[in-house]
C-alpha cells in the first residue's frame, strides 16, 4: 500500500507532527479526493494547544483538518451523485441521517455528529476519504483557496442568513475568520450598514478591506457611546462572533427592539449577571447558530459565489506548503492572520 505524508496529532501532549500514514482506501458509500489546498482553523490550533477540549476528545494518532478542497479521483460502492473529477470542498460534520433531528431536517443538529479531523481522519494529507454526501461539489468560479474555507464560510453564511439582510443594519462583534466572511456577506447581500468591534489592528484593516462601513475599537474608543450616536434606535440584528460576554451585553443593547442577536461565538465560561429581562422587554429574538444547515447553506454558498460574486480572497492572508504548518500555527497564535491556506500539491 503507498504511503503519504499526512499532518497527525501522534501523542497526547500539545504540538503536530507530519507522519507517514497509508494512503487511505476508498470505503461504500466514500469518495477518495486528492486535497488540493487545505485551511487552518481555530479549531486545529486547539488541537495542536491540546486544551481540555481536545485532549478530552481526540484519540491520537488522528490526521488533523476539516476545511479542505480537492478533486475526486475515486467513488465507492454505491456512490451515484458524484463523478471522478468533480472538484469538491469539505462538509466537517458526518451526520447519520436516520436520528429524529436529521429526520426533521435538522441535520446540524443530528444527534450522532462525527467531525472530520477530530473524530475520524481528516483532511491534511495528500488524499481523503470521506463520504459522499460531505463532499460538496464546488463551482470553478471560486478560488481554490476560498473553496477550501467552505466549511468555515458556511458559519458566517448560516448566521447572516438566520434573519433578513437587505436593507438591514448589523453590528458584527468579533472579527475573526468567521466576523470577516459575515462583513462581506452582509455587504454583499445589500445590508444597509455593517458596524463591527474587534481589538486587533491586523483585523480592523482586513475588514476595512471587506467593506465594512464603521470598526469601533473598545480598547481605544467607547463602543457603548459610539453605537447610541450612530444608531440611536439600535441595529437590526447584532452577530455574536467573539464569544466574549462584553460583546453579548453590548448586543443586547444596542439591537433594536425586535431585532435579533445571533450567536456563533462559544463562551470560555458560563455567563452570569446578563440583563435578560431586557431581551424580554425588548422582545429581542436570541438564537443560538450551530454548523451549517445541511444542505440549504451549502446551496445558498453556492448562490453567493455565483450569483452574487462575493469574494472572500482578501481573507486570505498567508498560503504556504504543508510541512510548514509548525509556522502557520505560530502565526495564528499570534493572531497576525485572517485564513492560512496549506496547498498539498
Ligand atoms: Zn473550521
Ligand atoms: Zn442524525
Known amino acids: 500500500m503507498p504511503r503519504v505524508k499526512a ?7 500539545p504540538g503536530v ?3 507517514d500514514v497509508e494512503e487511505p482506501q476508498v470505503r461504500p458509500g466514500t469518495v477518495k479526493l486528492r486535497v488540493e489546498r487545505a485551511s487552518v482553523c481555530g479549531t486545529d490550533l486547539h488541537i495542536y494547544n491540546w486544551d481540555a477540549w481536545s485532549s478530552g476528545r481526540i484519540k491520537p494518532p488522528r490526521v488533523i483538518g476539516h476545511e479542505f478542497c480537492g478533486t475526486i479521483t475515486e467513488i465507492g460502492d454505491g456512490v451515484t451523485d458524484r463523478r471522478v473529477g468533480d472538484f469538491v470542498a469539505s462538509e466537517s460534520h458526518i451526520v447519520c441521517g436516520t436520528c429524529r433531528l436529521c429526520r426533521l431536517g435538522l441535520g446540524h443538529l443530528c444527534e450522532n455528529t462525527q467531525i472530520l479531523g477530530v473524530d475520524v481522519d481528516g483532511g491534511f494529507a495528500p488524499y481523503a476519504v470521506i463520504p459522499a454526501m460531505n463532499a460538496r461539489p464546488t463551482s470553478s468560479v471560486v478560488p481554490r483557496t476560498v473553496a477550501s474555507m467552505q466549511d468555515a464560510i458556511g458559519n458566517a453564511v448560516h448566521t447572516v442568513l438566520a434573519g433578513p439582510v437587505e436593507g438591514q443594519t448589523f453590528l458584527i462583534t468579533g472579527l475573526g475568520p468567521i466576523g470577516l466572511f459575515a462583513v462581506a456577506i452582509c455587504k454583499t447581500l445589500g445590508a444597509r450598514k455593517v458596524y463591527a468591534t474587534e481589538v486587533s489592528e491586523y483585523r480592523i484593516e482586513l475588514a476595512k478591506r471587506l467593506g465594512v462601513d464603521t470598526v469601533i475599537n473598545p480598547l481605544q474608543e467607547d463602543a ?3 453605537l447610541s450616536d450612530c444608531e440611536p434606535g439600535g441595529v437590526d440584528a447584532t452577530l455574536e462572533m467573539s464569544g466574549h460576554p462584553g ?3 453590548l448586543g443586547i443593547e444596542h439591537t433594536r427592539p425586535g431585532g435579533r442577536v445571533s450567536l456563533l461565538g462559544l463562551y470560555s465560561d458560563r455567563l452570569r449577571f446578563m440583563d435578560m429581562n431586557k431581551v424580554i422587554f ?5 438564537q443560538g447558530i450551530v454548523g451549517r444547515k445541511i444542505w440549504q447553506t451549502w446551496d445558498q454558498m453556492d448562490e453567493l459565489f455565483t450569483k452574487r460574486g462575493l469574494d472572500l480572497t482578501a481573507v486570505v492572508t498567508h498560503e504556504m506548503p504543508f510541512t510548514e504548518v509548525e509556522q502557520a500555527m505560530q502565526i495564528l497564535k499570534k493572531g497576525e492572520a485572517g485564513k492560512i491556506v496549506l496547498s498539498f500539491e
Open 247 to 249: 460583546s453579548l451585553e
Open 224 to 226: 457603548h457611546k459610539m
Open 7 to 13: 499532518i497527525a496529532k501522534v501523542r497526547p501532549a
Open 282 to 286: 425588548k422582545g429581542l429574538e436570541l
Open 17 to 19: 507532527d507530519i507522519i
